[in-house]
């Protein structure tokens, strides 16, 4: 079996590994890793749970400490572009963990927070930058960042990019990157439309491929229940009632419906938070802690809130509503069984779902067991007591749930507000981005130097002037 010392990675990064307790690389740790180090482009074909992120974020390590320099002011040598900021500090707490005695700086730069300690960490330069696209594009309309000195340049997620409408942005983000550069491309699945994406950023890349397009992993027990849409809630209850239910997620369509199934598993008995994105980064930061210390038995999340939950040991996850998009489902149940363990998938399917469970059937290309539990007396009787500890959620018509409604509803409104003046796209002064935004602590953490240097420097957002319709894009991480 490869070790990780067999893989030549510098020995800092090697103790760092150590101090972790990893000594086999992951599958695709193993494959990647040699060919990044070689500084080849590479298409990487991975979930989530593969340990993809040490997969390029170790070589990216090895490489800029071999050849130490200083950034550019206001400029970076690696870029990590995430669709989300939950994954965007993941990733940098990674590169940070993983580079411990290196003595390398690491930024995270993302929406809904303030600009000014990011301004201020990005100005002397830093080594890695973990962003968003979205408050990426602020930097670099302001000039508070650059992409001269970017050597090494990897997006993550690629098709939660697209779900959430980034690729405007990182068409954009590309073409000022220099010409010579390292291309790392990581993706879930490899829809049409993220294949050409990847053909426009890649020169000759590599490819290594851990989880075959939209197939689910076998160690997971996945079953299905039908069930009538308004005795869900009581059949939830019931399923996380269940003794080896120890630590679950409850996946549901809208940012609504997870307070609302939360408020009602709470209010069972069921301790739960909600996580999603209208939440403040200290609401998301104290329920995912909750969870992960165990004091809360459901996380109740929207699917891209749960995007950037790295918890291991869930031993459940439940689809509460079935999502829009089949690859979604993949990704959802991924969540569970990872790190060699077994996990329990159960999906509740109500009638106007149905053509939902035939498209996740076609793509994963399987029969998901099923047991039926419409007309339940039980389920029935406790459904009427149910409505009377939380109101029961609006139905919202799951052919027409938008994948984007997880954006946080201000900037959401804020983007209709232009569309409808400008008749297009057009926004003024950066969108929903400015006031009302001061929420965010700590955002930015310079390795060894700017941590916890939040306060001061407030910024209220970038003016900029307003560009034509289609030059601009929707501000929406
Ligand atoms: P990722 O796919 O990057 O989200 O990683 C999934 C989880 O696996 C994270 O909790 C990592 O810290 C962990 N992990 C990554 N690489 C290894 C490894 N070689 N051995 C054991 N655990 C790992």
Redesign the pocket.
């Known amino acids: 079996m490869t070790q990780f010392s067999d893989l030549g990675l510098a020995k800092p990064l090697l103790k760092a590994l150590a101090d972790k307790g990893?000594t086999?690389?992951?599958p695709i740790?193993e494959k990647a890793i040699p060919i990044v180090m070689s500084g080849k482009d590479l298409l990487g074909i991975a979930q989530?749970?593969?340990?993809?992120?040490?997969a390029f974020a170790l070589p990216i390590l090895h490489r800029l400490a071999e050849d130490k320099k200083q950034a550019p002011r206001r400029g970076f040598r690696a870029l990590v572009l995430s669709p989300t900021r939950e994954l965007a500090t993941q990733i940098a707490d990674n590169f940070k963990a993983y580079g411990a005695h290196l003595g390398l700086t690491v930024a995270t730069i993302y929406g809904g927070v303030k600009y000014g300690p990011q301004m201020k960490a990005l100005a002397a330069g830093v080594d890695v930058v973990v962003a968003t696209p979205g408050r990426l594009m602020d930097h670099l309309g302001e000039k508070s960042a650059h992409l001269n000195g970017v050597e090494i340049f990897v997006l993550d997620e690629a098709d939660q990019m697209l779900d959430l409408g980034f690729v405007v942005p990182i068409r954009k983000i590309a073409s000022q990157l220099p010409k010579e550069r390292q291309n790392l491309f990581f993706s879930a699945t490899m829809p049409g439309e993220i294949g050409k994406l990847a053909g426009e950023l890649l020169k000759d890349p590599a490819q290594v491929s851990i989880t075959p397009q939209a197939t689910t992993v076998e160690r997971i027990q996945q079953s299905l229940i039908f069930v009538e849409a308004q005795r869900k809630r009581p059949l939830l209850a019931e399923v996380l009632s269940n003794f080896d239910v120890e630590r679950s997620i409850v996946f549901t369509r809208t940012k609504r419906g997870a307070d609302r199934v939360a408020k009602y598993l709470t209010a069972s008995g069921i301790e739960s938070a909600s996580i999603h994105g209208d939440k403040t980064q200290g609401q998301r930061e104290r329920a995912l802690a909750a969870f992960k210390a165990g004091e809360v038995k459901a996380l109740v999340a929207t699917d891209i809130a749960a995007r950037g939950i790295?918890v291991?040991d869930i031993s459940h996850v439940i689809n509460y509503e079935l999502p829009n998009v089949p690859e979604a489902y993949v990704h959802r149940i991924g969540r569970t069984a990872?790190?060699g363990k077994d996990g329990v998938a159960i999906s509740f399917c109500s009638d106007d779902e149905r053509s939902l469970l035939k498209d996740i059937e076609k793509a994963t290309r399987q029969r998901i067991p099923s047991f039926d539990r419409r007309n339940d007396k039980s389920l029935a009787a406790a459904a009427a007591v149910a409505d009377k500890l939380a109101p029961a959620e609006k139905r919202v018509d799951p052919r027409k749930a938008d994948p984007r409604n997880d954006v946080p509803s201000e900037l959401r409104r804020q983007r209709n507000r232009n569309r409808n003046r400008n008749g297009g796209g057009q926004g003024k002064n950066g969108g929903g981005r400015q006031g009302g935004q001061g929420k965010g602590q700590n955002q930015v953490q310079g390795q060894g130097q700017n941590q916890g240097k939040a306060g001061g420097g407030d910024f209220r957002g970038p003016k900029r002037a307003a560009g034509p319709a289609e030059k601009r894009w929707s501000p929406i991480d």
């Open positions: 990893y086999q690389p992951t740790q989530t749970g593969t340990g993809k992120t040490a790295d291991n990872r790190k």
